[in-house]
């Protein structure tokens, strides 16, 4: 069941995705740095936050980890899209 989630929610999730894939990319092209480790962290701390802040069991938060972490790519994708659309019409 997909849940509403405000724009300010969105734009965290896709800030926060963007920052995790951008450090896992300069992770895996440049290895192991404290930097990187700390971006991993905030970006991991930045979709959770919300999700814990529901008071829900442990299994509700781990799915709504992956729910907002899933909804902020789809942000991405939809934002890219847009544009691109937007150049041919």
């Known amino acids: 069941m997909k849940t509403?989630?405000?724009?300010?929610?969105?734009?965290?999730?896709?800030?926060?995705?963007?920052?995790?894939?951008?450090?896992?990319?300069?992770i895996l092209v440049a290895g192991f740095h404290s930097v990187a480790m700390a971006a991993?962290?905030?970006?991991?701390?930045?979709?959770?936050?919300?999700?814990?802040l529901t008071d829900s069991g442990p299994l509700e938060i781990l799915s709504g980890i992956l729910e907002a972490i899933v909804d902020g790519v789809l942000a991405i994708v939809e934002g890219i899209t847009s544009v691109i659309s937007g150049l041919f019409s």
């Open 40 to 52: 991993v962290a905030l970006s991991v701390a930045g979709v959770a936050t919300p999700v814990i």
């Open 4 to 26: 509403k989630r405000s724009l300010g929610h969105r734009a965290l999730n896709a800030l926060s995705v963007i920052l995790l894939l951008s450090s896992v990319i300069y």
